[in-house]
């Protein structure tokens, strides 16, 4: 079944705004991948997570893994219709070589 | 640009056909992936290959055989298929198990 929970499923937003995704499990997380799908495209891999409380930034992108390692997010600071798209937080279900998709976040711009 | 290459990218077959899909990476990724994904749905996993041994299969109907030939290649053999198995088919590979997979464009396969 699905490990990890996404949240919201949808976010529009106007250009310039900030936008943020979750992502919660009930169990400890060994590490968490981001994708980013765009529209009629791809999963592209964004980062990984391994270590507890660990944060990672990419330009406008903020990554960061819980201190429990039970949650992670994605924050994008003004926001660019280049954003589009749909953002994934997968978990690797460790010694299974599976990775389990969160239902994901679809995020609109209006510019 | 996508260094998976999945062929075809769009497919309509009939329930009583047999079509495959191809996939092809030549970046040394010695795991790779078959997933299905529906419309403003997640990547579901169905199989995945590791040094091209079947690792993972995710209680996939028999009318969905993959198969590696080589550690390049990935095939997914479609057999009498369903309407509801139309969906995208996305190929994926990694250089191990817990690395960031890349992914194909996919095989966007409809059913008649």
């Known amino acids: 079944g699905q490990q990890v929970m996404q949240i919201p499923q949808y976010q529009h937003v106007q250009e310039g705004e900030d936008f943020t995704t979750y992502c919660n499990s009930s169990t400890t997380l060994s590490n968490i991948q981001w994708y980013k799908q765009r529209p009629g495209g791809h999963p592209v891999f964004l980062i990984q997570?391994?270590?507890?409380?660990e944060v990672k930034k990419q330009k406008r992108l903020t990554f960061q893994f819980g201190e429990a390692k039970k949650n992670s997010s994605l924050h994008i600071t003004a926001t660019q219709t280049t954003d589009v798209g749909t953002y994934f937080c997968?978990?690797?279900?460790?010694?299974?070589?599976?990775?389990?998709f969160g239902q994901g976040t679809r995020l609109t711009i209006n510019p | 640009d996508t260094e998976v290459t999945q062929t075809p990218k769009h497919l309509v077959m009939g329930m009583t056909n047999k079509k495959s899909l191809k996939c092809e990476q030549h970046m040394g990724h010695r795991a790779m992936y078959w997933y299905k994904q529906k419309a403003k749905k997640p990547p579901e996993l169905m199989f995945v290959y590791s040094y091209e041994k079947l690792s993972i299969n995710e209680s996939v109907p028999s009318r969905f055989s993959p198969e590696c030939p080589n550690s390049s290649l990935l095939n997914l053999h479609l057999h009498a298929l369903q309407p509801e198995d139309s969906a995208l088919y996305l190929c994926?590979?990694?250089?191990?198990?817990?690395?960031?997979?890349?992914f194909g464009d996919g095989t966007r396969l409809s059913i008649l």
């Open positions: 997968a978990e690797i279900i460790q010694g299974a070589q599976k990775l389990v």
């Open positions: 997570l391994v270590k507890s409380g």
């Open positions: 994926a590979s990694s250089l191990m198990g817990n690395q960031p997979q890349h």
